[in-house]
């Protein structure tokens, strides 16, 4: 799948080196990471190259099981920053590419600080 995440500016020059994890929920409700993609570097509107995980793997089958997908802005010293995230599932990522499978990724956060800030 080809995913588009618009971020946050993370580094010094306005630009973030982000990359993907996906998380499968456990039966306990805790999620465990089952997939990570690769960085790209230097932008605010990555494309991920195409990748293949197992269903068995992402979502023990189930595809109304939910699929927690983190975005992190990488650095070199191990301690990413963290973007933000959204939840979907097997049966919506099984739709495709297209302009109804589209995601917010939000850093909740971020999103509090924010309704704060305005009362």
């Not at 039966?27 to 997939?35: F, K, P």
């Not at 993609?37 to 991920?48: A, D, G, M, Q, R």
Request: aromatic share 12%.
């Amino acid at each position: 799948y080809q995913r588009r995440v618009h971020g946050d500016k993370k580094d010094w020059f306005g630009k973030s080196d982000p990359f993907l994890a996906f998380l499968k929920v456990r039966e306990n409700g805790s999620y465990v990471l089952t997939h990570r993609t690769e960085v790209i570097k230097n932008t605010l509107n990555p494309t991920w190259k195409p990748f293949t995980v197992p269903v068995r793997l992402l979502c023990n089958g189930d595809y109304d099981r939910s699929i927690k997908v983190e975005c992190y802005d990488w650095n070199s010293s191990g301690s990413h920053e963290y973007i933000g995230e959204f939840l979907t599932t097997m049966r919506e990522l099984a739709r495709g590419p297209g302009s109804s499978n589209v995601y917010e990724c939000v850093n909740m956060e971020k999103q509090k600080k924010k309704k704060k800030k305005k009362k």
